[in-house]
């Protein structure tokens, strides 16, 4: 069965203090793996999508990286404004031409000032 | 760029009434849209996925009756809450997508709106 799982739960920061959020799939075939971020009562907004391992994508303090069974979101040095839930969404080879993704159930991140 | 824009952000209406929400992509054109359910505390919920011009497909469990989708225009769909009840109140967010090669761009998604059925 496809499955996207992400870890922890919750992670909580001092700001300055670098971490990783993970992202694992496990599909028949990925078309693409998207991050994004959520803050309370908002959408998700589109931060990366990554197309192939070995593919790394970066923005301001946050870079993605792939490989075939996860990804990683490292966070440089946070600051309290990166607070948010971020959550990653796989589209399968096997899914259907619409473009249907797949989420995980989401990290959400604390930075401490 | 990618600009989706969701309205109304709240509503809050008796138990029987019909809602309709609206997703508006601004500066781009979506072949595809997309609407989902979010919970508190969980992730999102595919509900159904309309492409311009022809009927939504729905997820197993979603009841087209209930939940009507039209996306009349490459730039709006709307979704109708019919006869809500307060078992339907939710987070509703709905997304948009471009058309590309392949199929795999990424939606971009509207603020979401709060339904809250008294």
């Known amino acids: 069965e496809d499955q996207v799982t992400q870890s922890p739960e919750a992670l909580r920061l001092q700001e300055g203090e670098s971490s990783s959020l993970n992202c694992s799939y496990t599909?028949?075939?990925?078309?693409?793996l998207f991050w994004y971020r959520q803050d309370p009562g908002k959408g998700p907004e589109f931060l990366f999508t990554l197309y192939s391992a070995g593919e790394e994508k970066e923005k301001e303090r946050l870079k993605a990286t792939l490989t075939k069974k996860e990804s990683f979101l490292h966070i440089t040095a946070p600051k309290p404004e990166d607070s948010a839930t971020y959550l990653c969404?796989?589209?399968?080879?096997?899914?259907?031409?619409?473009?249907?993704?797949?989420f995980g159930q989401g990290t959400i991140l604390t930075v401490h000032p | 760029g990618a600009v989706v824009s969701q309205h109304p952000s709240w509503v809050i209406c008796k138990s029987g009434t019909s809602v309709k929400i609206e997703c508006r992509s601004l500066d781009f054109q979506a072949t595809t849209m997309f609407w989902y359910r979010q919970f508190p505390k969980q992730s999102l919920m595919l509900m159904a996925t309309s492409n311009e011009g022809s009927k939504a497909t729905y997820e197993q469990g979603v009841e087209k009756d209930k939940f009507l989708i039209n996306h009349a225009s490459l730039t709006l769909s709307t979704l109708t809450v019919t006869s809500a009840h307060p078992e339907d109140s939710s987070f509703y967010i709905c997304s948009a997508r471009t058309l590309g090669q392949g199929g795999n761009q990424p939606q971009h998604f509207g603020d979401g709106t709060r339904l809250s059925i008294l």
């Open positions: 969404a796989v589209l399968m080879v096997g899914g259907t031409s619409y473009g249907k993704l797949t």
């Open positions: 599909v028949s075939g990925l078309r693409g």
